[in-house]
């Protein structure tokens, strides 16, 4: 638990009871707000995570957790920090249905810092606390040079890999024409350029044969 | 309506939600992408087709449009995504830090029969060695971690060589295709309405439709069911045994479909009449 791994900033009674008032309240409802408008003002998603829909549905574990491993290590040096640089703390709550509710709040101070984990605390549904970190997408990869024509990632490669693993999955599935025409006189132009462009093809990978689709269990 | 099989049958419709609620629309690309590669349908005019035509993507915005943003918010995407009836999410993204709150997102999508994938990262080295960070939450526990296999090995390709951008360590656990993928991308940021991208970003999606396919033919799995099925049956590629850029190996969705047999036939006879109305929407 927090106050085992950091006994130095164990919560005061007087900041306990300052978790009541309803300016700690205020602050840090107010801070949950911003987050998410900030979030709703963004204008486009990056896109990940991408949530694939299906039915499959699994029982609801034990949501018990254990409470010596709810706030992170680097929780109480950054309210011990925050009266220099404000930290925004990130809560796991888990009701006793099992749901998790995510919320954040910023905090100014050690002491609003203190407040505002006691509060959580006090709720008796605290899973998690930890302080935000920055996130990114994993961004396109820097890649070896292209030996061949296209450049970098062309359509060399995206021929090479990413056909052949469609055609694979197009064996399983049995039912889609992987190409149409049109594909299949593209590639014969681009394979025909490349032979001419600098005498040999890229090596086909593995790929299984379209019209060997074994039959599929009903 | 004519009979779909099990891998046509469409998923959970209706999903076009973000986090907050609002707008989902990809205001960077890479989102796009990757969702072409899972589930682009077939015949569009981008001559692009995802390797689950037949899933549905239920998107879910957690970073801006500049391709930042929080761990708290991915941590809430990933409830959110949970809570609104996904089977499978794809995380191409990544952080070096991790944190008790993601490891409790995490934990409620995985219990409640979500598979999770995330990219293996693009650092192009090897985690233990000086300055490789490790990326999260590809190595969270019960998250899938997803390396990139292709690569030039001289002037000639080959697509089971280790990619030269991915980050290789211990929690990788699959290798898939990820040089030079060719999938959507949205028409204000390329006019074609296609791009070819690189990373583990690219493999990950691979991947997940691989898992979505699974599931497609037994719902019933569990998550530690699927990933099994995709482990188990892996490729080996790269190393002899599991290496530290693909894990078990490289992809194998037949043999995925394969290792997790379809759910028992019902006994009783089918309906004659009219075919039930879909289940409502979770």
Same mark, same amino acid.
């Given at each position: 638990?927090?106050?085992?791994?950091?006994?130095?900033?164990?919560?005061?009674?007087?900041?306990?009871?300052?978790?009541?008032?309803?300016?700690?309240?205020?602050?840090?409802?107010?801070?949950?707000?911003?987050?998410?408008?900030?979030?709703?003002?963004?204008?486009?998603?990056?896109?990940?995570?991408?949530?694939?829909?299906?039915?499959?549905?699994?029982?609801?574990?034990?949501?018990?957790?254990?409470?010596?491993?709810?706030?992170?290590?680097?929780?109480?040096?950054?309210?011990?920090?925050?009266?220099?640089?404000?930290?925004?703390?990130?809560?796991?709550?888990?009701?006793?249905?099992?749901?998790?509710?995510?919320?954040?709040?910023?905090?100014?101070?050690?002491?609003?810092?203190?407040?505002?984990?006691?509060?959580?605390?006090?709720?008796?549904?605290?899973?998690?606390?930890?302080?935000?970190?920055?996130?990114?997408?994993?961004?396109?990869?820097?890649?070896?040079?292209?030996?061949?024509?296209?450049?970098?990632?062309?359509?060399?490669?995206?021929?090479?890999?990413?056909?052949?693993?469609?055609?694979?999955?197009?064996?399983?599935?049995?039912?889609?024409?992987?190409?149409?025409?049109?594909?299949?006189?593209?590639?014969?132009?681009?394979?025909?350029?490349?032979?001419?462009?600098?005498?040999?093809?890229?090596?086909?990978?593995?790929?299984?044969?379209?019209?060997?689709?074994?039959?599929?269990?009903? | 309506?004519?009979?779909?099989?099990?891998?046509?049958?469409?998923?959970?419709?209706?999903?076009?939600?973000?986090?907050?609620?609002?707008?989902?629309?990809?205001?960077?690309?890479?989102?796009?992408?990757?969702?072409?590669?899972?589930?682009?349908?077939?015949?569009?005019?981008?001559?692009?087709?995802?390797?689950?035509?037949?899933?549905?993507?239920?998107?879910?915005?957690?970073?801006?449009? /500049? &391709?930042?943003?929080?761990? @708290?918010?991915?941590?809430?995407?990933?409830?959110? $995504? *949970?809570?609104?009836? #996904?089977? !499978?999410?794809?995380?191409?993204?990544?952080?070096?830090?991790?944190?008790?709150?993601?490891?409790?997102?995490?934990?409620?999508?995985?219990?409640?029969?979500?598979?999770?994938?995330?990219?293996?990262?693009?650092?192009?080295?090897?985690?233990?060695?000086?300055?490789?960070?490790?990326?999260?939450?590809?190595?969270?526990?019960?998250?899938?971690?997803?390396?990139?296999?292709?690569?030039?090995?001289?002037?000639?390709?080959?697509?089971?060589?280790?990619?030269?951008?991915?980050?290789?360590?211990?929690?990788?656990?699959?290798?898939?295709?990820?040089?030079?993928?060719?999938?959507?991308?949205?028409?204000?940021?390329?006019? /074609? &309405?296609?791009?070819?991208? @690189?990373?583990?970003?690219?493999?990950?999606?691979? $991947? *997940?439709?691989?898992? #979505?396919? !699974?599931?497609?033919?037994?719902?019933?799995?569990?998550?530690?069911?699927?990933?099994?099925?995709?482990?188990?049956?892996?490729?080996?590629?790269?190393?002899?045994?599991?290496?530290?850029?693909?894990?078990?190996?490289?992809?194998?969705?037949?043999?995925?479909?394969?290792?997790?047999?379809?759910?028992?036939?019902?006994?009783?006879?089918?309906?004659?009449?009219?075919?039930?109305?879909?289940?409502?929407?979770?």
């Amino acid at each position: 638990m927090w106050e085992r791994s950091c006994p130095a900033h164990r919560p005061s009674a007087p900041a306990a009871a300052a978790a009541d008032s309803s300016e700690v309240m205020r602050r840090w409802q107010g801070s949950w707000r911003r987050r998410w408008a900030t979030v709703a003002a963004a204008a486009a998603l990056v896109g990940a995570p991408l949530a694939v829909v299906g039915p499959a549905r699994a029982a609801l574990a034990d949501p018990a957790a254990d409470q010596d491993a709810l706030v992170d290590a680097d929780v109480a040096p950054a309210i011990a920090q925050a009266d220099h640089q404000s930290a925004q703390l990130v809560f796991a709550h888990r009701d006793a249905g099992g749901a998790v509710t995510i919320s954040t709040a910023t905090v100014d101070s050690a002491a609003e810092g203190h407040a505002v984990l006691a509060v959580a605390g006090a709720s008796g549904t605290l899973e998690a606390v930890s302080v935000d970190s920055p996130v990114t997408l994993v961004p396109d990869a820097p890649i070896e040079p292209d030996p061949g024509p296209g450049g970098p990632g062309g359509d060399v490669s995206a021929d090479a890999v990413s056909n052949d693993f469609y055609r694979s999955l197009q064996w399983a599935l049995d039912t889609i024409p992987f190409e149409d025409a049109a594909d299949r006189r593209r590639q014969r132009c681009h394979r025909g350029r490349a032979r001419h462009r600098r005498g040999h093809r890229p090596p086909r990978s593995g790929g299984q044969p379209v019209a060997a689709a074994p039959a599929l269990p009903a | 309506m004519a009979n779909l099989s099990p891998l046509r049958r469409h998923f959970l419709h209706d999903g076009n939600t973000a986090v907050t609620g609002t707008d989902v629309e990809d205001g960077h690309g890479h989102g796009t992408h990757v969702a072409g590669t899972i589930a682009a349908a077939a015949g569009n005019l981008t001559h692009v087709t995802g390797a689950a035509p037949g899933a549905t993507v239920l998107s879910v915005k957690v970073l801006s449009d /500049s &391709g930042s943003g929080w761990m @708290s918010d991915v941590a809430a995407g990933i409830v959110w $995504a *949970a809570d609104n009836g #996904a089977d !499978v999410i794809n995380l191409s993204l990544g952080s070096s830090s991790s944190d008790g709150v993601l490891h409790s997102a995490v934990e409620h999508a995985y219990t409640n029969g979500v598979v999770l994938f995330a990219a293996a990262g693009n650092g192009g080295c090897t985690v233990g060695d000086a300055g490789c960070a490790t990326n999260w939450p590809a190595a969270e526990d019960h998250v899938v971690a997803v390396g990139s296999v292709g690569a030039y090995v001289g002037v000639a390709f080959d697509p089971d060589a280790c990619s030269t951008f991915t980050t290789r360590a211990a929690y990788v656990d699959l290798g898939a295709p990820g040089f030079g993928i060719y999938s959507t991308y949205p028409l204000n940021r390329a006019a /074609s &309405g296609v791009a070819t991208s @690189s990373g583990t970003s690219m493999a990950t999606p691979h $991947a *997940a439709a691989a898992a #979505a396919i !699974v599931l497609s033919h037994d719902p019933s799995l569990t998550p530690a069911e699927v990933i099994a099925a995709l482990t188990g049956t892996a490729r080996d590629a790269v190393t002899p045994g599991p290496d530290t850029c693909t894990g078990s190996g490289v992809i194998d969705p037949l043999a995925a479909i394969g290792a997790a047999p379809p759910t028992t036939a019902p006994t009783t006879a089918p309906p004659t009449t009219a075919p039930p109305p879909p289940a409502a929407p979770r």
